[in-house]
Nanobody, 126 residues
């Protein structure tokens, strides 16, 4: 059974940093695309970053230069390092996975991902 379990969320001040982790079970990361989505209250879910199974990485314009996605296949874990956090980064962050590679034109569309974690809350506030 495929499971994705996020951790590392919390409350942080503007300008601060957090690193989210997503532990996967029931499959190995090597052949999967992993991504992070987020959803703020009253807003649509949006793609934040993707580590495609073909080695490509993608970032939304809103986080480019501030967030870094990485994976440790040996630990079956994917990470999202978030720096220079802003109040507008406040959202529930979801770890997602799919067995297909992702591309520039569609990596941020949630419908392409089969597996979703439960989410972890990130709040950026002073």
């Amino acid at each position: 059974q495929v499971q994705l379990v996020e951790s590392g969320g919390g409350l942080v001040r503007p300008g601060g940093s957090l690193t989210l982790s997503c532990a996967a079970s029931g499959f190995t990361l090597d052949n999967y695309s992993l991504a992070w989505f987020r959803q703020a209250p009253g807003k649509e879910r949006e793609g934040v970053s993707c580590s495609s199974s073909d080695g490509s990485t993608y970032y939304s314009d809103s986080v480019k230069g501030r967030f870094i996605i990485s994976r440790d296949n040996a630990k079956n874990t994917v990470y999202l390092q978030m720096d220079s956090l802003k109040p507008e980064d406040t959202a529930v962050y979801y770890c997602v996975a799919d067995s297909h590679s992702m591309g520039l034109g569609f990596w941020d569309e949630s419908r392409w991902y089969d597996y979703w974690g439960q989410g972890t809350q990130v709040t950026v506030s002073s």
